[in-house]
């Protein structure tokens, strides 16, 4: 079995999810043949250099997961500076977005998800900044405590540009979905980043494809997570 998680967005402050992940870990340690981590696992990320209680424990919960079982990891809007570092120290397996998964005669296309939004074109110019090597290379070199007022400050930004007249610019795109998805030759798509978890048919130039989106940890009850299985998905909301 496969598990596919996003959108955790676990800090210092929040306790009640963190500890809930630590349990998953150990109940999922050895019983499962991968966890793949869709980004957005952390609610900020701003270098190795960030060392804090909560840090450390999730680097050595995940260390010690993944002597057991192998995690795959991509970079979300959050956590896009998780680096080789942090993959040496926890021995997870960077992947790029839109990663590839071939199993039982399917081609999972996966990603965070927020590659689809493409209706949103000022994030779209910014994600294109913020996450190019070179600036994430200079922001680390930038001193611990201005990376932080930085972080607050985007936060605040990206909550005030919200738009209530155009709700639809933040959603995923079918067509762009399908475009990465027919360039893959994929049949399935799971994806996190929008927080509208569900199974849905992405319909583009009369072709239908299936995509799953993977429950966010931001809304009560946490802890939901897309399952696959002999070739069957499944979205569980909680974890009994």
């Known amino acids: ?92 397996k960077l992947l790029p977005d839109c990663s590839i998964i071939n199993i039982d005669n399917n081609k999972i296309l996966i990603s965070h998800g927020d590659v689809f939004c493409t209706l949103d074109v000022n994030y779209q110019q910014m994600k294109k900044i913020l996450q190019n090597k070179l600036v994430i290379y200079l922001l680390k070199k930038l001193p611990l405590s201005f990376r932080r007022k930085l972080k607050d400050k985007l936060k605040k930004e990206a909550h005030g540009s919200y738009s209530e007249s155009r709700p639809d610019i933040y959603n995923v795109v079918d067509d762009t979905i399908y475009k990465y998805a027919k360039k893959a030759n994929a049949n399935f798509v799971v994806h996190g980043h929008t927080h509208r978890p569900g199974y849905y048919l992405v319909v583009s130039d009369k072709n239908v494809m299936p995509r799953i989106e993977i429950p966010d940890w931001t809304k009560k009850p946490y802890g939901g997570f897309v399952t696959y299985n002999n070739n069957e998905f499944n979205i569980l909301h909680h974890y009994e």
């Open 1 to 92: 079995m496969i598990i596919f998680i996003s959108d955790l967005h676990l800090s210092e402050d929040t306790p009640d999810r963190n500890q809930l992940f630590i349990s998953y870990l150990k109940k999922w340690r050895g019983n499962i043949d991968a966890l793949y981590i869709l980004g957005d696992f952390f609610d900020y990320w701003l270098g190795n250099d960030d060392k804090t209680p909560f840090t450390e424990m999730m680097i050595n919960c995940l260390r010690d997961f993944t002597q057991y079982t192998p995690i795959y990891f991509i970079g979300g809007n959050h956590d896009f500076a998780i680096d080789d570092k942090f993959a040496s120290d926890t021995n997870i």
